[in-house]
DNA sequence: CTGTTAGCGCCTTCAC
DNA sequence: GTGAAGGCGCTAACAG
């Protein structure tokens, strides 16, 4: 392998002027960079960089932690953020927790090691708070609280709920139908505003649980509104059958049910059976899925969705993996060799610590949902004119 | 930071003592042992893995570059990889390349600065095989030749098409219809066998290429068997409404039909197209989905599909890497110090430079596809049989 | 502006 | 068995 040192004796110099051509940091004299610069050719020197991260103690090497990748979710949110890291000069490890005995610790290892410089964890935990906060090494969550100090990000549902109530409400709608999964813990979950210990399932990780507070929200819209609505419950969220059924005892059931929301499969499904049975979508039946992925697209007619701005979400999320690391860049150089330019990071002054937000345990920061524009809904100028409101996007 | 010295100066021992015991090495006396291990706890002390890393001139990291992660086949393919690669102690490194300027340099670039073990190259790449044979490092393929000395690892379409082929002969289908791409540039690739250095979008780049293979193996087969087959263009892969179309004119057209194949979304349409008209489905009407993924469910009914076999493609792609990577690191231990055992590694022997296969510009290793069994078409011994030959497994 | 020097934190031949 | 010394390849203070 080939060295700076071999190159600068090739080129007649010393080791530092070598590495300030490389480097381009000093002045050198235009003869002795084009020396180092011809004789780095000839010898096809190519710096090492583990060496310069050694150095640097970085790797600029991020870990993301995921259940799965093989999910449209998780793929989606994955891409993202990938692209936000990358335009932040951050490479992306990749985490995949399971069909993994002890994935999380292992990835945790290596941030401890120092093979990444931070963790954004998007992946259920068996751990505690305890564990987190005791690692003391940049670590961002998305959708959980992690523990005091570990910033997260999240999709705001709540506001989501609200935005299809209205869409429903300004398109005049009168009975909406919701569909959504097992009801039951519904109330523990919504009364105790804990966490779920206890869903392990990578589908249901993401969709059971915030589902509560997106339906909460959209529920208490409509009774506002002094809308009907009704709620069909699924029985297992992994069963396509189910959705089926689901849709098919929709039309059956209500049949003057005129705006249905449901998951994004069930919502083209619903969207087949309503066009098999006459139903003219939307103008007598509106159809709405929430959190939708692609196979929106599946059902003939392009299906309108209300879904997370993953773009924004990884944007937010990679701001914060930054600050966070440079945070605690600057806490470890101070018996080190970083030459900070003294005080704190523009950006994570202070109270950032402090997390007092009136209810912890909450996601700190909140992105808006997006509403992608479909067929499957009506649209009048009240309408435009809320989603311009709510700043979601057309995708 | 605390480092193996403080950790020794605590126990009262030397580094190289506590070296061997972080390592587990050489033997030292167990009251060492116990006073360093107390040591290292009460410190909290955690090795830095970068300058590990330096000496040994080796990340344990590898980058597998992609054009995407936002489509199931290479998320599947992905979480495959990533599996296989951490059962052999190897962290993935994700790299994507669309929406990326030049991601491709920048990868090969860190393949280079050592900053990964190896890549895994599965994207389309804009350099020619110069440019991947002079780099040097750790390299492998899939689905796409690169160069001499570069291994390659991909799925059998030929065999897919024939085991296609196959199950419809054995189970006495009379006419067979086929759905696909643009049949314009078939025959050129056909006949050129040549890489396509056009398509660049994502979803293209293993539909429309692949499928030549395995429609030809699949037209030659039926033929041979006497069946007759009639094939329906798609005009544009990625539109929807194409597939739509498509489904309703193979039955318009083709009355008789008793047979068809389709990319997977297609054949999903087809199987609900079919029920709609009142076709039974098998008995009267097989479907069957090429490349299937699990959209293959979305359908009502779980659509028989053939599909790739993602794990063993991953564990061959896996086993390759993990060639490579010792092959070079021997190399490079010629004038370092590396103690390896001297000789070549077990498994990469000679010949394994001249991929001398007769056909240049081929893949090296072709993996069986597997099938997906489901409730779209007909089954008989016979059949199984054919399966249990050509060992595909029903995943 | 250039060269010399002392590490980043760990690993491993060597003498003891 | 254990301790001391040199080095992995690069960097950033220093002097010159």
Known sequence: MV???????KAGVSLSTVSLVVNSNGYVSDEMRVRVESAMKELSYVPNELARNLYHGRTNTVGVIMPTVQHPFFATLLGSLQKALYKRGLNTMLCTTADMESGEEHYVGMLQRHMMDAIIMGAHTSHGQNYWTSIRRPIVAFDRYLGDGI??????HEQGGELAAMMFALSGARHVVLLGG?????????????GPNASDDASHELTSFPSVRYQIALEDTLDSAGIRHDYIEIDDLAKMQEFENAARSVLE??????????????AALCVQEAMRRGFVVPSSLQILAYDGTFVTDTAGLRVTSILQGFDAIAERIAMRTVEQIERYQSEASSNAHTSSSGSTIAGSDGDNETISDPEAGRIGDLIPMKVKIGATTLWNDAIHELLDGSRPQTD
């Open 182 to 194: 097992p009801r039951s813990r519904f109330h523990d979950l919504a009364q105790t505003h804990g």
């Open 3 to 9: 060295g700076m040192r071999d190159v600068a004796r």
């Open 151 to 156: 910033p997260s990000v999240g999709s705001d």
């Open 253 to 266: 059931r209500f049949p003057d049910v005129d705006a249905i929301v449901a998951p994004d499969l069930a």
